[in-house]
């Protein structure tokens, strides 16, 4: 068990609807990250948020928007939702802002998306 | 443009045997390279990793080397067992940020 939490583990949706995704850090970690994994692909980094604030981003869509709230959980919100975005979505946290050597991110266990 | 790249998708071994995980990226600003390994439903569990300032690093039956000449990194398990049977993945940071980016896995088969 990392310490990192996500809910809900499966969502299934139509297209066009909108979803929001959760995700608890370790507990004394800063930083959220978010990841996309489609089939067959590796993981590919969507957001990272550092204490509230948008730190780095990725190949994020503009249908997709991420905030971390006071308390340093972070939700992935998922509009106008296509078949391709469905996905597993990772959700990883670190101690610090990212950068520094030996700084680990552990991943959560996902949601899996499906969009019918 | 993959910066990051597993050209081997699998890999079979003999339960005992080494196995060599090969990993290779083309930015030479990374500074810090992870292994993850993964389980069907389950999030990526870190392995090990190695900074671009160290060429190897060791823990327990995992070590790691790093080329950097070459932008090369490989991940050695001895002895294998079938509990590592499971997708390996690489990644690399780099920048002031913990932005990774992955390879597309190794799935490692383990064969008692």
């Known amino acids: 068990d990392s310490g990192v939490t996500q809910t809900p583990k499966h969502l299934i949706t139509a297209t066009g609807q909108r979803v929001t995704l959760r995700c608890s850090p370790r507990?004394?970690?800063?930083?959220v990250y978010w990841y996309q994994q489609s089939l067959d692909q590796g993981l590919q980094f969507l957001i990272q948020?550092?204490?509230?604030?948008?730190?780095a981003k990725g190949n994020i869509l503009e249908r997709f928007s991420a905030q971390q709230f006071p308390d340093l959980h972070s939700e992935l919100n998922l509009s106008s939702l296509e078949l391709g975005d469905s996905a597993l979505y990772f959700c990883?946290?670190?101690?610090?802002?990212?950068?520094?050597?030996?700084?680990?991110?552990?991943f959560g266990p996902g949601t899996r998306l499906l969009v019918l | 443009d993959q910066q990051v790249k597993q050209n081997s998708p699998s890999l079979s071994v003999q339960e005992g045997r080494i196995s060599i995980l090969n990993c290779d990226y083309t930015?030479?600003?990374?500074?810090?390279f992870l292994w993850y390994k993964k389980y069907p439903a389950e999030g990526p569990t870190f392995l090990i990793s190695?900074?671009?300032?160290?060429d190897k690093n060791e823990d327990g039956r995992f070590t790691v080397f790093l080329n950097k000449s070459a932008k090369h990194l490989s991940l050695h398990i001895v002895p294998s067992q079938p509990g590592d049977s499971a997708v390996y993945f690489c990644?690399?940071?780099?920048?002031?940020?913990?932005?990774?980016?992955f390879g597309q896995g190794t799935t490692l088969q383990v064969k008692p």
């Open positions: 990883a946290s670190s101690v610090g802002g990212g950068g520094q050597f030996q700084e680990t991110q552990y």
């Open positions: 507990s004394g970690d800063l930083s």
């Open positions: 948020y550092y204490n509230g604030e948008e730190r």
């Open positions: 930015n030479s600003m990374f500074d810090y």
């Open positions: 190695i900074s671009s300032i160290k």
């Open positions: 990644a690399a940071r780099g920048g002031n940020t913990g932005k990774l980016i």
